[in-house]
């Protein structure tokens, strides 16, 4: 009986180990790769004279880099993550988020927003979070949170 138990718990802690390798080889959003994307998305803008609120998230839409650009409104901040929210829940560009929405194909996210901008980074073929951008047209916004995307994945 003892022996028994003895056996499916280990058994089931070896499983429980299998688990946190497998997730530990997952790729992640980290801080070197937000500030690559950062720094080209804050180069984009500028080249265009976009003051805008950049936001590079991890895949649960939490920040890992925020960057208020000089001009930029203050409310660009909370549109910005809402972006990154929809995103990060969806797996889809935010613009892309809102013509599914008016089309009734998806459920609205609780405080996500429809506004172009924000867009997945992928690695390896795998979401691992988002780069959203704020305060210039919604395209605009995009072709920065694109140029920042591109600077980490695929």
Do not use: K
């Given at each position: 009986?003892?022996?028994?138990?003895?056996?499916?718990?280990?058994?089931?802690?070896?499983?429980?180990?299998?688990?946190?390798?497998?997730?530990?080889?997952a790729p992640v959003l980290n801080y070197e790769m937000a500030q690559r994307a950062?720094?080209?998305?804050?180069?984009?803008?500028?080249?265009?004279?976009?003051?805008?609120?950049?936001?590079?998230?991890?895949?649960?839409?939490?920040?890992?880099?925020i960057h208020r650009m000089d001009g930029a409104s203050v409310r660009t901040y909370e549109i910005a993550l809402a972006k990154a929210k929809v995103v990060t829940e969806t797996g889809l560009y935010s613009g892309e988020y809102g013509r599914r929405l008016e089309a009734g194909e998806i459920e609205e996210i609780e405080g996500?927003?429809?506004?172009?901008?924000?867009?997945?980074v992928m690695l390896n073929g795998k979401q691992i979070g988002?780069?959203?951008?704020?305060?210039?047209?919604g395209s605009e916004d995009e072709q920065v949170s694109l140029v920042g995307a591109a600077a980490i994945g695929d």
């Open positions: 009986m003892i022996s028994r138990f003895l056996t499916r718990l280990l058994l089931l802690s070896s499983l429980g180990f299998t688990g946190v390798a497998l997730a530990q080889d950062m720094a080209a998305a804050l180069e984009e803008a500028r080249s265009n004279n976009w003051n805008l609120t950049i936001i590079v998230a991890d895949h649960e839409g939490v920040p890992v880099m996500g927003i429809h506004y172009a901008g924000g867009v997945p988002a780069v959203t951008s704020s305060g210039a047209r």
